[in-house]
C-alpha cells in the first residue's frame, strides 16, 4: 500500500536487463498494482519470485514462457496487496516462502486488512524461512542481500544485488525496496505498525549508504535511483 495513489505502469509486465546478467520481469497484480518481480539467473533458470501480491495465473505464466523455476518466494512486508498470491504460488511451484519474523503478526492478521479494503482475505501458507537483517540469498549464480527497513512495516525488508552479485557481475547494483521507497516519494506509516520515525532512520541510515547509480525496483510505480532519490526526494533532501 503505497504513500498515495500515482500513475502506474502499464499493465503488460516488463522483461529486461538480461544482457546485464540476470533476467528481470515486473508485472503490476492486483487492485493495488503491486509490482511483483522475478529475477531469474539465465543460465540456470532458477529465479526468485518478489511480493507476488495476486494475479498468480499471470506469473506463472510468466515462469513457464522462459521456461524459468522459482526456487524461493520473497515478501518484502506482509501488507495484503504483496502477499496475497503467496499461497497459490507457493501450492503450485513448492518453493519456499520468506519473510521478516516482525511481519509474521500482521499476516496472520489478513481478515483485518481485507475488512479495510473491503475484499475476501486471501488464503495463508506456512511461512518457511524467517528472514534477518544481513541475510544472503542464493539461487543459481545470483545473490541478494536482505536489508532489514523497518518504517512501512515492522518487517519491512529491501534486497540488494550490488555489482558483483555472487557469481555474476551486474552493469549497475539493484534495489527491490519494497513500499519503503518510491520515485519521488515514500512509504505510507499511518498502517499497522507504521512509523516515521523509522522509515526515516531506515531511509537515510541504510537505503541513502548505497551507491547513486543502484536502480531501485520499488513496490509500486516506476523505478528510479538512488542518486535520484538522494537530490530529488522532498523526504529526503536535507530542509
Known sequence: MNVIMR?????????????????????????L????????????????????????????????????????????HAHIDHVGGLS???????APVMMHREDLPLYQAMDVQAAFLGVAPP????????????????????????IHTPGHTPGSVSLYMPCEAGKVTLAA??????????AGSIGRTDLWGGSMEDILASLKGKLMELPDETIVHPGHGPRTTIGEERYT????IPQ
Request: glycine fraction near 8%; hydrophobic fraction near 40%.
Open 233 to 236: 526526494n522532498p523526504f529526503l
Open 123 to 146: 488464503d495463508l501458507t506456512d511461512v518457511h524461512q524467517m528472514l534477518a537483517d544481513g541475510d544472503a540469498l542464493q539461487w543459481g549464480s545470483l545473490e541478494a542481500q536482505v
Open 88 to 94: 497459490k504460488l507457493h501450492k503450485y511451484t513448492g
Open 7 to 31: 500513475e502506474m505502469d502499464e499493465l503488460t509486465p516488463a522483461v529486461g536487463l538480461e544482457k546485464q546478467g540476470f533476467i528481470y520481469i515486473s508485472i503490476p497484480v492486483g487492485m
Open 173 to 182: 547494483p539493484q534495489l527491490f525496496a519494497g513500499d519503503t521507497l518510491f
Open 33 to 76: 498494482q503491486c509490482n511483483c518481480s522475478i529475477i531469474g539467473d539465465p543460465v540456470t533458470r532458477e529465479a526468485l519470485v518478489i511480493d507476488p501480491g495476486d494475479e498468480v495465473s499471470r506469473i506463472l505464466e510468466l515462469l513457464g514462457r522462459h521456461k524459468l523455476t522459482a526456487k524461493a518466494i520473497v515478501s518484502t
